[in-house]
């Protein structure tokens, strides 16, 4: 079970602060979105939450179609720094990192005995990823192969990323989506709404939760995710919803194996922030609203099953309008019998 100061200090939290821990929990990436106006506010509010509230020096990259691979690549590296403390302050206004990033002809290596200078930048702990949905196809193929593979190429050196490695991604506006394969990285997905506020930003957090929780605790609720109890009860409950929801009208697709494995692992990761050691259908049902949002693929007139039945196009059209993935996924929910 959880420690009670540990479970204190999770109640304190802010949801945006518990969608990062979440994350951490699970071992899984994360994509942020909110209405345009107040997606900058939103990175700066996600990076404050890595920096103030879990200790994790985070780097932000602004993505444009402009961005080069070579860009990214050198924006996803920080100066190694054995503490965090030691680390510079990354508040108030976003940074260029590409100015705090030593050029490739003056790094600050060590030098080899045939004169080679070695890059000793790594890797951040966590990338906050600013409008990724607009950066071109070549950055987001070299983000899909660091996500894959934990590590990256520079034209100096290989770089891997940190055991606790987490890529977060700010969308452009909240419809926006990633290329195919690399959206299919993502555990989850949250909206932020503006009423919802940004307490680091405007300085509402609680003073009391300030770098609480450490390395140590985030890996001590890693450590109780793996172990929370799945029963068969609800492992079938959990294959039934992704059977209904392949099965589903209104879906045409995206019930991918990974979006399986990302709803179980998130069900489990939830559990021990709940003060629970099982899981439960109700954590099963979160995770599913988590997990698909961003996966969905909604059927139209022209692509829904029943056209091969000789259902009428116009009747299909009507039927479809207005009808949202919250929805769908509500829907499918409610379709499956809830283990008792």
């Known amino acids: 079970m959880m420690e009670p100061s540990l479970q204190t200090k999770v109640q304190q939290l802010g949801d945006l602060d518990l969608a990062v821990l979440v994350s951490l929990t699970a071992g899984q990436h994360c994509m942020f979105s909110s209405d345009p106006p107040w997606t900058r506010d939103l990175r700066n509010e996600l ?94 193929t070299q983000a899909l192969e660091l996500l894959r593979t934990k590590r990256i190429f520079t034209r100096t ?55 609480v929780l450490s390395a140590e605790e985030v890996k001590q609720l890693r450590t109780m995710a793996e172990q929370v109890r799945l029963t068969g009860e609800i492992a079938e409950y959990l294959h039934n919803i992704v059977v209904f929801a392949r099965m589903n009208r209104y879906i045409k697709g995206g019930i991918t194996a990974a979006a399986t494995r990302h709803l179980r692992a998130l069900a489990m990761a939830l559990a021990p922030l709940h003060g629970l050691s099982y899981v439960t259908p109700s954590l099963v049902a979160l995770a599913c609203r988590k997990v698909y949002p961003h996966r969905l693929i909604l059927a139209t007139a022209e692509t829904e099953r029943s056209l091969q039945w000789g259902s009428d196009p116009q009747a299909l059209k009507n039927v479809l309008q207005d009808v949202s993935i919250e929805d769908v996924i509500e829907d499918v929910l409610s379709s499956v019998e809830t283990p008792l």
Do not use: Y
Not at 116 to 129: F, P, Y
Not at 163 to 170: A, D, P, Q
């Open 47 to 140: 990076r404050l939450s890595c920096t103030d509230v879990f200790g994790l020096q985070a780097a932000v990259i602004d993505c444009s179609p402009n961005t080069t691979v070579d860009d990214f690549s050198e924006m996803l590296l920080v100066d190694d720094v054995e503490n965090f403390e030691d680390a510079p302050e990354w508040r108030g206004d976003p940074i260029d990192l590409r100015g705090l990033s030593p050029s490739r002809g003056h790094s600050p290596g060590r030098h080899g005995k045939l004169g080679n200078t070695l890059d000793d930048r790594r890797i951040a702990n966590v990338v906050i990823a600013h409008q990724f949905d607009r950066a071109n196809s070549g950055v987001q």
């Open 157 to 211: 050196s290989m770089h891997v990323a940190p055991k606790s490695f987490i890529f977060m991604v700010v969308l452009s506006k909240p419809e926006a989506r990633l290329g195919h394969h690399l959206n299919d990285m993502f555990a989850m997905s949250h909206f932020h709404t503006n009423e919802d506020g940004f307490p680091h930003l405007e300085g509402f957090a609680n003073s009391s939760v300030n770098s």
